[in-house]
């Protein structure tokens, strides 16, 4: 069965540097595009990034320039690295994989933007 596991969220100030992991299981993962979403209190869930499996990536216009996403395949781990976080990233970020016209998802990771 998939699951995905994300990690790394946390409370930060504006201006400082988080990087989310999410490491997948029970999918070859070489072989799947990984996306980040995240949905922020009161919000609806809204797509951020992906990764396709020859490393080409894509970004929502909110964070290209800020945000990079990398996978790993021999760790079966995505990662997101936000730079010159705004307090409007503050939201719950999740990993997703579509498998089999399924998507899966992760619990999600907290990231909070704070002075």
């Known amino acids: 069965q998939v699951q995905l596991v994300e990690s790394g969220g946390g409370s930060v100030q504006p201006g400082e540097p988080l990087t989310l992991s999410c490491t997948a299981s029970?999918?070859?993962?070489?072989?799947?595009?990984m996306h980040w979403y995240r949905q922020a209190p009161g919000k609806q869930r809204e797509w951020v990034a992906l990764?396709?499996?020859?490393?080409?990536?894509n970004y929502a216009s909110s964070v290209k320039g800020r945000f990079t996403i990398s996978r790993d395949n021999a760790k079966n781990t995505v990662y997101l690295q936000m730079n010159n976080l705004k307090t409007d990233d503050t939201a719950v970020y999740y990993c997703?994989?579509?498998?089999?016209?399924?998507?899966?998802w992760g619990k999600g990771t907290l990231v909070t933007v704070s002075s």
């Open positions: 990764i396709t499996t020859s490393d080409s990536r």
């Open positions: 029970g999918i070859i993962f070489s072989l799947y595009v």
């Open positions: 997703k994989v579509t498998k089999n016209a399924m998507d899966y």
